[in-house]
């Protein structure tokens, strides 16, 4: 993979409900189409596979983005995955094709120490970057708080 100069923008995702994607998707993809805009990667990869209810997260990103006004050409899809490190693996073969390795990782804040350490062990030059929280619940962000310690923990031991 190529130390390229492109950024790609990496969203990672989250639940899809049945009426439509939960708050948590829709303020990290509106922060992904408005990193788009202001210049910051020239492509945005959608990460996530299918959950409870369908579409997968990474279809419903892009409709989303779509709906932002980024170009279907600029959009990318790995519908595959369901946990973080699979998000991050599976997008190797797109930035693969792209030719760089440089990443901008958008997450909630609580998310964004594990993501970014596993982009890096995966040979990325990752950064991150989290939607406001103007218009996030506080329970699923402390819980969010709560359960990253133990999951950065066990990526720091190599457990996971």
């Keep these: 993979m190529q130390d390229g100069t492109m950024t ?15 708050p948590t998707l829709r303020r990290r993809v509106a922060h992904g189409a408005s990193l788009y805009h202001a210049g910051a990667g020239r492509v945005v990869i959608c990460c996530g596979g299918l959950g409870r209810h369908p579409p997968s997260e990474a279809s419903a990103m ?6 932002a006004d980024v170009p279907a050409s600029a959009i990318h899809l ?18 693969r ?6 990443v901008l990782i958008v997450s909630d804040a609580y998310h ?12 990325l030059h990752a950064s991150g970057t989290a939607p406001s929280l103007h218009g996030a619940r506080l329970w699923p962000q ?18 996971r």
């Excluded at 790609?8 to 939960?22: C, K, N, R, T, Y």
């Excluded at 790995?78 to 930035?95: G, H, K, M, V, Y």
């Excluded at 094709?97 to 440089?102: F, I, Q, V, W, Y």
């Design 8 to 22: 790609a923008i990496v969203v990672l995702g989250a639940a899809v409900w049945p009426d439509g994607p939960s």
């Design 62 to 67: 892009a409709d989303l983005l779509r709906s």
């Design 78 to 95: 790995e519908d595959q995955s369901t946990n973080t490190t699979e998000n991050l693996r599976f997008a190797l073969p797109i930035l």
């Design 97 to 102: 094709d792209l030719g760089t390795n440089r």
């Design 112 to 123: 964004l120490p594990r993501a970014r350490l596993i982009a890096r062990r995966l040979g």
């Design 142 to 159: 402390l819980k969010g708080w709560l359960r990253e310690g133990p999951g950065l923990l066990a990526i720091l031991l190599r457990i």
